[in-house]
């Protein structure tokens, strides 16, 4: 009769190495919160443009041409935004123009105040994946 080899696994073995785990638990957070900020500063910067009563902004170019506008998708195509959750929110706003000529910086606003109540939301302690499945 053939020997059959068994082997023995040791509960601790495989999947159960904890020493390459993510030693730093605040850098994700902090990560996070960083893109969060970013994003919302994009909407603040054009959230003083909406409506009846919204300020125009001044804008210089750097071959020193002066834009004077309230129009939020002028605004943020001469914006030179850097941070990429930033400039995710000037993505939405041209997709925005695209697909509906209009709501431009409406979008943006709704954005930044969708993040806004999500970063509270991840302050009182809600799992990321939960504030997200939330919306």
């Known amino acids: 009769m053939p020997e059959v080899q068994t082997k023995s696994h040791n509960a601790n073995s495989?999947?159960?190495n904890k020493q390459g785990a993510f030693k730093d638990k605040d850098k994700p957070?902090?990560?996070r919160?960083?893109?969060i900020t970013a994003a919302k500063a994009v909407a603040d910067a054009i959230r003083t443009?909406?409506?009846p009563k919204g300020m125009d902004k001044m804008i210089q170019s750097a071959n020193g041409d002066v834009t004077i506008?309230?129009?939020g998708a002028t605004i943020l195509k001469q914006m030179q935004v850097l941070h990429p959750a930033a400039r995710m929110?000037?993505?939405l706003s041209k997709a925005q123009d695209i697909e509906a000529g209009?709501?431009?910086t409406t979008v943006v606003i709704i954005a930044g105040s969708l993040l806004s109540a999500s970063a509270k939301l991840l302050e009182k302690g809600i799992h990321p994946t939960t504030v997200s499945e939330i919306f």
């Open 14 to 16: 495989g999947g159960g």
């Open 29 to 31: 957070t902090e990560i």
């Open 33 to 35: 919160m960083s893109n």
């Open 49 to 51: 443009s909406l409506g």
């Open 69 to 71: 506008t309230n129009d």
């Open 89 to 91: 929110l000037v993505e």
């Open 102 to 104: 209009d709501g431009t």
